[in-house]
């Protein structure tokens, strides 16, 4: 009997460790905060958001807004056709173009995993596009 325990016990330790899948619930209503964008730093400074909602996604793109629809399934995403505001930063330097290579990795989002206060975008080939932190709104 001593023996059944402790094998019931290890169980539902090992049970408690095993990663929970994502799901849209996990998203909406969340607010996040590049840090990484295909697997570089961003630019110094330069500040982009994402932000989901009832299944739509905004924020800042380091100098425009923008906006776009996303459906989940399990842990995959699909995000729809990005729209933005169309001003031009000069400063810093390269913020148009990490900008373009946000929105464009944005639509190629194939996965996304949470893992504490991390949110991992990956494309279909499941290279890491975007790594963002949780932050609040």
């Not at 031009?88 to 373009?100: A, V, W």
């Not at 494309?123 to 949780?134: H, K, L, P, Q, T």
Request: proline fraction near 1%; hydrophobic fraction near 40%; aromatic fraction near 6%.
């Amino acid at each position: 009997m001593k023996n059944l325990l402790i094998a019931v016990a290890v169980l539902m330790l090992l049970s408690g460790c095993a990663v929970a899948k994502a799901s849209a619930g996990d998203l909406n209503r969340t607010s996040w905060t590049l840090v990484r964008l295909n697997g570089a730093d961003l630019i110094p400074e330069s500040v982009v958001t994402l932000h989901f909602e009832d299944g739509a996604v905004s924020g800042n793109a380091g100098c425009n807004t923008y906006g776009s629809s996303y459906t989940v399934e399990d842990e995959q995403i699909t995000m729809g056709e990005a729209f933005s505001t169309m001003m031009y930063c000069m400063d810093p330097e390269g913020l148009m173009d990490q900008e373009l290579a946000y929105l464009t990795a944005l639509r190629t989002a194939a996965t996304f995993q949470i893992e504490g206060d991390t949110l991992t975008l990956r494309d279909a080939d499941g290279n890491a596009i975007g790594e963002f932190r949780a932050s609040e709104d």
